[in-house]
């Protein structure tokens, strides 16, 4: 184990977890979700998939990792007894983790853009909705700004990840993770107070139960896959630094929490201001960078929030990267015995190839941008493919294989080693056997069938 690094302490490993939980898909996804799929009903129902499926899941990703101190390939291998499906099932994981890491670090990159705006003053005064959008249509339609800045992210992650696990991770969760949940805490009442924020607090905190379909289902339960970092192994390959001496189920509790905390402190932030400045809530992945420069505008300070926020938010989207690239990387280290650095060169610059097609999609190549023939742009169908479908596939198969193939039994033993407790084990084996792997069959299901259905 020595060899392949390992976790310094119980803390660095659930900072290094939240971590990889807490980025992007907390600070800029979720709101775009719920602003697009009727607000606290979406909450609501993605509340739920974490606490059924999520927090057993990782768990399950976690245990499985630290038994076996493996990859999620080799984990699967060593403990199917070397069965192709499974097999297949771990080349899944390394695989999303490619094409995962690939367009997230494009909305990373949007980021160092916003932060370098911000810094450079384009914020410092109040802007109209018109002027806030075409910031942003001008920024992302310029090829050279947008596939720049990927490569800047996906260099950085590839720096961190080559210098390992402990000197690398670790040490950029420590410090970082406390100071911007104290700068969301201090955006989030400046946005609540906004003129006019009420009714983005309604939209926020009133479910509609009305508004429940099977796509902003299939939306929550990916959405609670992708910010908790489960269904590509990274939680297995982050459980395989994990000692027999750390309590699996508390540490997957609170970097459950954490994550929580973050999506929920974010929709604060955006939603009420998003009512407050008469936007559109349902605005996809633009959302954020049109509305927390108005949010900036009106704080007193603003200028140095937002400096702040942004560069807050690039660390924790690379503590985010940094365990997405991490499952590849740890793939061909372990299975292929290729070194670190070939290891980490490779991913990279494949991803970064991914990449480009999905950066240039947000204006720069209009083929890229409108997709002749479906209305998507190329990177809604990466993140939705690889940051949703691919998810749930995985997960469903990693609660199969804790449950039915490793076996529950087995999972508990290990989870308690070391006189470690385990008071909800028979809640956790039900919940995997049963409620994980059918509910994301049946939602599945039932978005086909809505769609086909109008
Ligand atoms: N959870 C991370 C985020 O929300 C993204 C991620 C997904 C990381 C899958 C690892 C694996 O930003």
């Known amino acids: 184990m020595s060899t392949r ?53 990782m768990i399950a990703e976690l245990t499985l990792g630290r038994f076996t101190q493996k990859n999620p390939v ?38 160092i853009g916003y ?8 914020f410092n005064t109040q802007l109209t909705n018109e002027a806030v959008d075409s910031i942003f249509s001008t920024f992302t339609s310029n090829a050279v700004n947008v596939v720049g800045l990927h490569f800047l992210i996906v ?13 690398g991770i670790e040490m950029l969760s420590k ?32 479910p509609d139960f009305s508004k429940v379909s099977g796509i902003m289902v299939l939306k929550a339960m990916g959405q609670a896959l992708f910010s908790l970092s489960l269904g590509m192994g990274t939680m297995i390959t982050y459980g395989s630094y994990l000692s027999k001496k750390e309590n699996v189920p508390a540490s997957a509790a609170w970097i459950t929490f954490f ?39 009106a704080i007193p300070g603003g200028y140095f929030f937002g400096v702040g926020f942004f560069i807050l938010v690039v660390i924790a989207a690379l503590t985010s990267t940094v365990s997405i690239l991490e499952v590849p990387v740890a793939y061909f280290v372990d299975e292929r015995k290729w070194s670190r650095r070939k290891s980490v060169l490779f991913v990279a610059s494949i991803a970064w190839l991914i990449g480009t097609p999905a950066a ?26 690889f940051g949703e479908a691919s998810l749930s596939v995985g997960a469903f198969f990693i609660a199969i294989f804790t449950a039915y193939i490793w ?40 978005t086909v069938w809505s769609i086909f259905a109008g």
Request: charged share 10%; hydrophobic share 55%; glycine share 14%.
């Open 74 to 111: 080799g984990m699967f291998n060593r403990l199917s007894g070397g069965k192709k499906l499974w097999k297949g099932i771990g080349g899944l994981c390394v695989v999303n983790g490619f094409t995962i890491f690939s367009w997230y670090s494009v909305i990373a990159g949007f980021i």
């Open 175 to 206: 410090w970082l993770m406390p100071v911007l949940f104290f700068l969301l805490v201090v955006l989030a009442i400046r946005s609540v107070t906004l003129e006019g924020a009420g009714e983005g607090l309604r939209f926020y905190m009133y």
């Open 259 to 297: 994550e929580i905390l973050v999506c929920i402190l974010a929709g604060f932030v955006i939603l009420p201001a998003v009512a407050a400045m008469g936007q559109s809530y349902a605005q996809g992945p633009d959302l954020i960078f049109k509305v927390l420069p108005s949010i900036f505008a």
């Open 5 to 57: 690094g390992a976790w310094s302490s119980k803390l660095g490993f659930i900072l290094a977890g939240a971590g990889s939980a807490i980025g992007l898909g907390a600070i800029w996804r979720f709101p775009y979700y719920t602003g697009d799929n009727g607000g606290a009903i979406f909450v609501f129902v993605f509340l739920i998939f974490c606490f059924f499926i999520g927090y057993p899941v």
């Open 115 to 122: 932060l370098y705006k911000t810094a450079s003053g384009a």
């Open 155 to 167: 260099f950085c992650t590839g720096f961190v990840v080559y210098r390992g696990v402990k000197g």
């Open 360 to 385: 240039l999609a947000f204006g720069a190549s209009d083929f890229l941008t409108n997709l002749p023939g479906i209305e998507w742009s190329f990177f809604d169908i990466m993140s939705t493919v």
């Open 407 to 446: 076996g529950i039994r087995k999972a508990i033993t290990d989870i308690e080693s070391e006189g470690n407790k385990f008071p909800i084990g028979k809640i956790w084996g039900f919940l995997l056997k049963y409620i994980a792997p059918f509910t994301i069959i049946i939602v599945f299901i039932y």
